[in-house]
């Protein structure tokens, strides 16, 4: 039974994980949807996973990483999960950040969880640099 729970979490891991490349300054790009129906009954546990590659921005400027939710997969809202902001350091400086978020499968979580990417106004050009969110889920341990 373990086993076939394993293959079955294998076989969806492309699925849990969207990535998307940053929006030009000033604008916000979101990742395509996760869709968490397909892992019903499968996980008790997940670690959600939020990145951004290394970029360069402009001292003080930032990039901004929410995750959103939706039940329908057309409205979508902030989700109870912590979103992220990462700024440039003074001069130019480097950005590069991964959070992962531990413990049980977020109560409230609706049914689709994407990121919404933002990038402040004269950030400069970071629009070859890729975000992605992520759900790693460990398997349901059975007592």
Sequence with gaps: M????????N???AALE???NLPAAGA???TDPIDL???????ELADVEI????TVAAAGKAVTLIPEHSSDNVTYEVAPLPGVIVTG??????LEY?????????TGIKRYLRLAVSVEADAGDLTASTAFIAVVPQPRRYV
């Design 2 to 9: 373990v086993q076939k729970i394993i293959r079955e979490m």
């Design 11 to 13: 076989s969806h891991d």
């Design 18 to 20: 969207k990535a998307v």
């Design 28 to 30: 916000t790009s979101h």
């Design 37 to 43: 129906g397909t892992m019903c009954g499968l996980i």
């Design 51 to 54: 990145h951004v590659d290394a």
């Design 89 to 94: 350091a003074a001069g130019v400086g480097t």
């Design 98 to 106: 991964t959070s992962t978020q531990y413990g049980p499968e977020p």
